[in-house]
């Protein structure tokens, strides 16, 4: 019987082994003359942005070793929430398309679904998508024979149950959002689960469009509801009508608001909300690129790819934040999950 392999040692052998049946296999295809293949990226959002730009890494981590041209669109869509925008933004996506013609395209969120994907359904053209808020059936999507993806199930039952082993006794809960679509189709979503949990209600929800009547929300919650969440806040614009950074709005909240507070992403929780339980942008994007790579590389049809959701969820707690409400985190929940101890702020 042969010594044992150091697993270490295997995972180096495996790892360079990988990196060499890419290396072939791009010499081959420079051999062939092949070009590489183009790749499409239309993203809903703006960069930089850590959803956004997570996912889009994630994907070309996904897909190392293969010769790929890379484009990006950005819509933008969450800095100008306005339906005129989103429709001449998905017209330009759709042109570039038309005029690059890419392989495949890449897709994420769901303004990149309403505005550009649904209008390739059963069409030759590949598409991959990405953190899909919404039914996909609205889209389309549900059977298409050439949409595969990843949907984005977010983790509500468990960001509860999370919020309350930080801050018990918590029951009435709050919802404050912008005008995006994905973020309207979410608090039916809330609604829907939390029944879930014996004796939690929803007893408010707003959707504002500016960072002032997002701040009077606020306030008016902290002697109405026991903890909020502050759902979509990529959109808000000030009393010139400029957007306001979400890193502006969720410093605000943090330094004004003395009520606990909840989302799903982990970028919130670096910015100042209390926990969730996160839905990981590289997670997401990493799954969309491995189908992307199934693909173009192996041959295989988006169809047998399917639509599948993320259903890894990671909680994560700001500890600041909770000292700042004066909660006393236990040590079982700072065993369990993502501690951060400070303000995103403080370590500029």
Sequence with gaps: MGEEVNPVVRIVLAAAAALALAGTAFAQQQARGEKPYRILYVMSYHSP??????QFAGFKEA??????????FRMEANLHRNESWAVQKGKEARDLIEAWKPDLVYASDDDAQEHVTKHYVNKPLPIVVSGVNKDPAAYGLVGSRNVAGVLEPVHIVETVRLLQ??????RRFGIVTDEAPSM????????EQIKAIPGVEIVAADTVRTFEAYQEVVRQYQDRVDAFWPLGVHGFVDAQGKGVPREVV???TAENSRLP?????EDRVRLGTLVAVTVSPRQHGLAAGRMARAILVEGKSPASLGLKPDVKGVPMVSLARANKLGLKVTSGVLLSAEVLE???WEKR
């Design 49 to 54: 942005m850590g959803w956004a730009d997570g």
């Design 63 to 72: 897909l190392a070793g293969i010769p790929v041209e890379y484009r990006v």
């Design 165 to 170: 082993a930080v801050a018990p006794g918590v």
């Design 184 to 191: 309207q189709a979410l608090v039916g979503q809330i609604r």
């Design 250 to 252: 969720l410093k605000w």
């Design 261 to 265: 507070d909840i989302a799903f992403w």
């Design 342 to 344: 400070k303000f995103e």
